[in-house]
């Protein structure tokens, strides 16, 4: 119970913190990136340190930083054929997503 009280409260903080820094920002719609996943993210490497060490949040931490760049990827991808060939927002992610989760699938790990 002790643990869930202090991520509730880290995790508060942070997404206080970041909210703040998202409102300082201009232009407003680049502001979102303050949101909640920075903080989060945070919170959670800190408490994986104080729970599980540090080399296992190292592990933890290069897995965001992975999550980061394929989300990015994505990102970049869906927004070029949503400029070139406008079609609905809904379609272009979906259809990307299965694609991606399609090639990850068949894809072995060495």
Do not use: H
């Not at 997404?15 to 990136?33: C, E, M, Q, T």
């Amino acid at each position: 119970m002790d643990e869930l009280i202090f991520r509730f409260l880290i995790g508060g903080t942070l997404v206080s913190a970041f909210a703040l820094v998202g409102d300082a920002v201009r232009p407003k719609s680049f502001a979102g990136l303050f949101g909640a996943a920075p903080s989060i993210a945070l919170a959670t490497l800190g408490l994986t340190v104080a729970t599980e060490g540090r080399d296992y949040a190292a592990i933890e931490a290069r897995s965001m930083i992975a999550g980061a760049i394929a989300f990015f990827i994505y990102a970049l991808i869906v927004s070029k054929v949503m400029m070139r060939y406008k079609p609905p927002t809904l379609v272009a992610t979906s259809a990307r997503l299965a694609l991606q989760s399609s090639s990850a699938s068949s894809t072995t790990v060495l």
